[in-house]
């Protein structure tokens, strides 16, 4: 049983009734850092509200290529497996816990039955929805009309606001593969910025000193 309190600190617009409601019919699933969450073709039973921690959402290609599409954090859901859950389809995207993370399961035929009883939670679905279709259009648009390298001051400044530090504990290897890149081309680019004093390339981390061009 989830402790209505916690439910209330990070959903603070559900109603009492929806949030008795959630701690009594929902779980908890806690996730390690790496651990998958979710993958491709898997059936979706259950949809997933973040508690704690940091998930990545991205699709991956027949060779196993990566390509990120956004991040979930605490009070926020996983609006492409509500989709998959209303139809009853199989997820076509992949998570990833960045951190050690846990989630609110929610069964499917509470989401739908909500949806009708608590105008909170149609709100919360809608805006999930919407929130989701902005990041996913904004990454798109860096993918269409973007050189390289302004993708990656983006993917950077997206990085270093998602996790709320300066510094990254990144490699080329994974940020080419988020950007659907070589690493050889990543590692050039990274150069470039280092050379004109907006980041800094240390030994373990990327430390950001200014992206704002």
Same mark, same amino acid.
């Given at each position: 049983? &989830?402790?209505?309190?916690?439910?209330?600190?990070?959903?603070?617009?559900?109603?009492?009734? /929806?949030?008795?409601?959630?701690?009594?019919?929902?779980?908890?699933?806690? !996730?390690?850092?790496?651990?998958?969450?979710? *993958?491709?073709? @898997? #059936?979706?039973?259950?949809?997933? /509200?973040?508690? #704690?921690?940091?998930?990545?959402?991205? +699709?991956?290609?027949?060779?196993? #290529?990566?390509? !990120?599409?956004? $991040?979930? @954090?605490?009070?926020?859901?996983?609006?492409?497996?509500?989709?998959?859950?209303?139809?009853?389809?199989?997820?076509?995207? =992949?998570?990833?816990?960045?951190?050690?993370?846990?989630?609110?399961?929610?069964?499917?035929? $509470?989401?739908?039955?909500? =949806?009708?009883? $608590?105008?909170?939670? $149609?709100?919360?679905?809608?805006?999930?929805?919407?929130? +989701? !279709? %902005? %990041? /996913?259009?904004?990454?798109?648009?860096?993918?269409?009309?973007?050189?390289?390298?302004?993708?990656?001051?983006?993917?950077?400044?997206? @990085?270093?606001?998602?996790?709320?530090?300066?510094?990254?504990?990144?490699?080329?290897?994974? &940020?080419?593969?988020? /950007?659907?890149?070589?690493?050889?081309?990543?590692?050039?680019?990274? *150069?470039?910025?280092?050379?004109?004093?907006?980041?800094?390339?240390?030994?373990?981390?990327?430390?950001?000193? #200014?992206?704002?061009?």
């Amino acid at each position: 049983m &989830i402790e209505e309190e916690k439910i209330k600190t990070l959903f603070p617009s559900f109603e009492p009734e /929806l949030v008795l409601s959630m701690s009594e019919k929902a779980d908890i699933r806690e !996730f390690r850092e790496g651990q998958l969450l979710m *993958k491709t073709g @898997q #059936n979706i039973r259950s949809t997933m /509200l973040i508690i #704690n921690g940091l998930v990545k959402i991205f +699709r991956e290609d027949a060779e196993g #290529n990566e390509f !990120f599409m956004y $991040y979930l @954090q605490p009070g926020q859901a996983c609006a492409l497996s509500m989709i998959c859950a209303t139809r009853q389809e199989t997820s076509q995207i =992949m998570a990833r816990a960045v951190t050690d993370t846990a989630t609110i399961a929610i069964p499917l035929e $509470y989401m739908d039955k909500w =949806m009708t009883q $608590y105008k909170s939670w $149609y709100h919360f679905v809608l805006e999930s929805y919407r929130s +989701r !279709f %902005e %990041e /996913l259009l904004t990454t798109v648009d860096h993918i269409a009309f973007r050189n390289m390298d302004e993708r990656l001051v983006f993917y950077l400044k997206k @990085q270093k606001e998602t996790l709320k530090t300066d510094r990254l504990y990144i490699s080329n290897t994974e &940020i080419a593969s988020d /950007l659907n890149s070589s690493r050889e081309v990543i590692s050039r680019l990274m *150069k470039k910025l280092a050379d004109r004093k907006l980041i800094r390339l240390d030994r373990n981390y990327v430390h950001i000193l #200014n992206l704002d061009l």
